[in-house]
C-alpha cells in the first residue's frame, strides 16, 4: 500500500491539503496532489531530472507495460558520496578515531603505531588517504567489545557534535537535498528505499532514520561479527567482536542485498567504483530499471575528485574512467553535482 | 501504520461489513470490528490464548503504560516445528535429498557414501537421525552451483508436490493453522512478522510468502553463501557456494535479528533448544515482551517428541526438560498442542 508523504516540494497550501486529505481519509495516497509541484526541486531540468520522473511515472502507473508491484519497488542507495559527503574521509572512520584517541589515553602505544597514530593525530586528510585495510583496523579498534546498545550510543553522541573540517559543518547538515528528494518522491511512490553501504550496518543505522527516513531494516551495510553472550549478571547481550562477517562492497553489495532483502532492486543509486557491481545487478533484472552514479564534480559547493572526467583521484569514493565508460554504455544515468543540482545542501540559500 | 488484514475468524457477515468499511475508507484499520468475533478461533480457551490477546492489547492500546510504537511491534517466529511440521525431518532436508537423488544418476557414489546414501534411500525418518553436520552436507550437494534464481524455481517445483510420507498430505498444507492465526492477529495489530529459522534463507523465502504472508525481507535464516559473478553470456548473476556464511541457530538466531533486523523483537516464538536464545533476547528488552514455545505433545494428531516432559527423544526439534524448566521460570508460555489448540491444522473438520 502507498503510504502518504509530504513531498520537500510541496508548497503550504498544497501541504495543507494533503493534510486535510489524510486526516479525512488516513492511508489514501494522493500522488496526483504530490505531482502538482516538482517533487524535485533542487534539481535542474534537464535528461536526470526527466529520467528520474519518468521511470517513477512508468513504474508505478497501473496498466502501463512498466508497471511493478509496490511489493517490488526496492530503491537501493549507496550512502558515503552518495547520499552525504565523504570527503576528506568516511564519517565512521572519522568517528573510530575519535575512540582510540580516547583509548590512546591509557594505552599511548597507540600514539606512535601505525595506523593509529594517524587517527589520534585527527587529520582527516591523513586518515582519507589510509588504505582500507588500514581503515579496517582503526573502525575494529573502535567497536571491540561494545555491546550493540553501546556502540549505537557513541555513534549517536558523535554524531551529534561531529563535524566537517573542511566544509566547517556539522555532519548531519551534509546530506544532499536532491538526493533526499529522490528518496521522498520513491517513497511517495510506493517504493521502499534502501541503504546499500559499504559503511558498517551499525554505524549508519544509528542516524538513518533520523537523517533520511530509513529504518533499521532498511540499511544493508559492512556488516561487524556479533556475539551473543550474557553478561556479568547474566543479561543476555550482543557484543561486537573485531572482525567483519560480511563486507558489502563491490560484488559484496548484490551479495548483500541478496541476504538482507532477498529481492532485485529496480532502481540503484551508487557514486564509486564500489557501487559498480550493484547497479550491474539492478540492470539485469527484468523490466524497466534505473541506475545512476553521483559525480563529484562540483569543487566549489562540495569536492571535485574522480579520476573520471580528469577530476582528481581519491583513494576515498574513487570513481574511474572505466566506470564512467561503463555508466555511458549501459545507459546509466551519471548526475553531475555541478550541472543537476541546483542546490547541495538545504542550508544553501 | 496499522493495514487492514481479515483475521481467519471472522464469520461471513463480519467479514462483509469490514470489506464495506474497507472500500469507504481505504487504510482505516478496524480493530474493533476485527475483536467484535474471536481472532484467535483454532485456540482452545486457557492461558496462552489470553496471554497472547492481553500482549496484543496492552502493546496497541494507545496512552497505555505497555504502548509500543508500530515500527518497534516486531515479532520472530521459528519455523519448522512452530509454524509447520518437521517431523520426520526438516522439509528441506527432504528437498536436499531430492536433488542428491538426481545428482546420483550421473555421481553413482552417492548411492553408497554416507550420508548421501541415505538421502538417495528417501527414508525420510533414516535422514531425521542424522546429525546436523551430515545433513549440512546434503544441503550445500544439493545447492552448489546453482545460481538464486534457479535454487527458488528448484524449491517451488518440489515443495508444489511434496508430501509429508508419514501424515500422507501435500507439506504445505502441514502448517499450523492457530500459529497462522496468530500471525494474522499481530500483523491486524501493526506489528510485522519475521521468520527467524534454523533453515535455509532461501529455500524458506522461496514458500513464506504464500504459506504465511511472509515476503522475502522478512526471513531471517541460515544463509548460504552467495557469490556475485557473471554468467558465459556476461549476465550478472548470483551463485550460491557450498559454505555457510551465518548459522542461524541459537546464539545465531539474535544475531541474525541484529543482522537483518537491527531491533529486538517484542514476541518471539520457536519450540526447541535452537530457539531459546532468541526468546531470551526478546524477553531481556525494556517494557513488555512475549515469549513462547510450542511442545508437540500431540501424538494422534500430529508427532509426540521432546525429550520434555517425558516424551519421546528426537534429533529434530529438540525441546529439553532443562528448557521446559526455564520456560516455567522466566515467564515464557508453553504451549500444548494438545490442550491449547482446538485445530492443528486447517484441513481438520
Given amino acids: 500500500m502507498v503510504s502518504l508523504r509530504f513531498s520537500a516540494g510541496l508548497r503550504p497550501l498544497a501541504r495543507a491539503a494533503v493534510l486535510a486529505a489524510s486526516l479525512l481519509f488516513p492511508g489514501l495516497a494522493t500522488p496526483v496532489l504530490a505531482q502538482a509541484v516538482d517533487p524535485l526541486p533542487s534539481w535542474n531540468a534537464g535528461a536526470t531530472k526527466t529520467g528520474i520522473?519518468?521511470?517513477?511515472?512508468?513504474?508505478?502507473?497501473?496498466?502501463?507495460?512498466?508497471?511493478?508491484?509496490?511489493?517490488?519497488?526496492?530503491?537501493?542507495?549507496?550512502?558515503?558520496?552518495?547520499?552525504?559527503?565523504?570527503?576528506?574521509?568516511?564519517?565512521?572512520?572519522?568517528?573510530?578515531?575519535?575512540?582510540?584517541?580516547?583509548?590512546?589515553?591509557?594505552?599511548?602505544?597507540?600514539?606512535t603505531e601505525e595506523p593509529f597514530r594517524t587517527a589520534v593525530s585527527g587529520d582527516e586528510a591523513a586518515m582519507g588517504r589510509l588504505s582500507f585495510p588500514d581503515m579496517k583496523k582503526i573502525l575494529m579498534l573502535a567497536l571491540e567489545g561494545l555491546t550493540v546498545e553501546e556502540f549505537r550510543a557513541a555513534a549517536e553522541a558523535w554524531m551529534a557534535t561531529a563535524r566537517n573540517p573542511v566544509l566547517n559543518r556539522p555532519r548531519t547538515e551534509l546530506t544532499y537535498q536532491p538526493m533526499k528528494e529522490v528518496l521522498e518522491l520513491l517513497r511517495a511512490n510506493g517504493f521502499r528505499t534502501y541503504i546499500v553501504t559499504g559503511g558498517g550496518q551499525d554505524f549508519v543505522r544509528a542516524y538513518s532514520e533520523k537523517l533520511y527516513g530509513i529504518p533499521p531494516e532498511q540499511v544493508v551495510g559492512t556488516a561487524d561479527a556479533v556475539r551473543f553472550g550474557y553478561d556479568t549478571s547474566g543479561r543476555p547481550v550482543l557484543r561486537m567482536e573485531p572482525a567483519v562477517l560480511f563486507d558489502d562492497l563491490f560484488g559484496g553489495k548484490p551479495e548483500g542485498i541478496h541476504l538482507v532483502i532477498g529481492k532485485r532492486p529496480i532502481a540503484a543509486f551508487g557514486n564509486s567504483t564500489g557501487d559498480r557491481q550493484m547497479l550491474e545487478y539492478a540492470k539485469a533484472g527484468k523490466g524497466l530499471h534505473f541506475a545512476a552514479l553521483v559525480l563529484h564534480d562540483d569543487g566549489k559547493r562540495e569536492f571535485a575528485y574522480g579520476p573520471a572526467q580528469g577530476l582528481p583521484a581519491s583513494e576515498v569514493g574513487t570513481f574511474t574512467q572505466k566506470l564512467y565508460d561503463e555508466a555511458k554504455a549501459r545507459g546509466w544515468y551519471v548526475i553531475s553535482m555541478k550541472d543537476d543540482w541546483k542546490k547541495v545542501f538545504a542550508f544553501e540559500p
Avoid at 530503491?75 to 565512521?92: I, K, R
Fill in 53 to 111: 520522473l519518468d521511470f517513477v511515472k512508468a513504474t508505478t502507473t497501473p496498466g502501463g507495460p512498466d508497471f511493478v508491484p509496490p511489493a517490488d519497488r526496492i530503491a537501493t542507495f549507496d550512502q558515503d558520496g552518495t547520499l552525504w559527503v565523504e570527503q576528506p574521509v568516511y564519517s565512521e572512520v572519522a568517528f573510530a578515531a575519535f575512540r582510540v584517541k580516547a583509548l590512546a589515553e591509557t594505552n599511548p602505544t597507540l600514539k
